[in-house]
């Protein structure tokens, strides 16, 4: 703990000798970010909410409202459905955002429209077995 200000003494010169001495015990030796650089947002405009946004890139969190979070996930769904392994795979991953969807467009949540319907499972499938037989070598077992 610091001791408190002789009276008479300046405040700038008791601060400064504070942290001399702090210097010379190595209190500031290993702090962390010691030697990096200057974050490149330095010049940016200042932004309150700049330590939330960074901790939720950190954590890789979204804040979007649940309409458009659920719109990304469907188009992220769908994506792996094309890329999946086998037929099970592609109705399970489909079947699982469709009931999403389902429940969004019954119960909607405050925010934009999701603007989505359910898709077609009969439909995803058969485009997935069209890109599949497509990436599949002729002759190859698919």
């Known amino acids: 703990m610091t001791?408190?200000?002789?009276p008479g003494v300046p405040f700038e010169?008791?601060?400064?000798?504070?942290?001399?001495?702090?210097?010379?015990?190595?209190?500031?030796?290993?702090?962390p970010?010691?030697?990096?650089?200057?974050p490149?947002?330095?010049?940016?405009p200042y932004d309150?909410?700049?330590?939330?946004?960074?901790?939720m890139a950190r954590e890789g969190l979204a804040a979007l409202p649940p309409a458009l979070a659920l719109r990304k996930e469907a188009e992220?769904?769908?994506?792996?459905?094309?890329?999946?392994?086998?037929e099970r795979i592609v109705r399970q991953i489909i079947t699982d955002v469709n009931v999403k969807i389902r429940e969004m467009m019954f119960k909607p949540p405050?925010?934009?429209?999701?603007?989505?319907?359910?898709?077609?499972?009969?439909?995803v499938?058969?485009?997935?077995r069209q890109r599949r037989a497509a990436a599949t070598p002729e002759g190859a077992p698919g």
């Open 33 to 38: 970010g010691a030697g990096e650089p200057l």
């Open 110 to 123: 405050p925010g934009p429209p999701l603007g989505k319907k359910p898709y077609d499972v009969e439909e």
């Open 48 to 55: 309150e909410l700049w330590w939330i946004k960074r901790k």
């Open 13 to 31: 010169s008791w601060a400064d000798k504070q942290i001399r001495d702090a210097q010379r015990r190595g209190e500031f030796d290993a702090l």
């Open 76 to 86: 992220d769904a769908l994506v792996a459905a094309y890329a999946a392994p086998s």
């Open 40 to 44: 490149t947002d330095i010049e940016s």
């Open 125 to 128: 499938v058969r485009e997935w």
């Open 3 to 6: 001791e408190r200000k002789p």
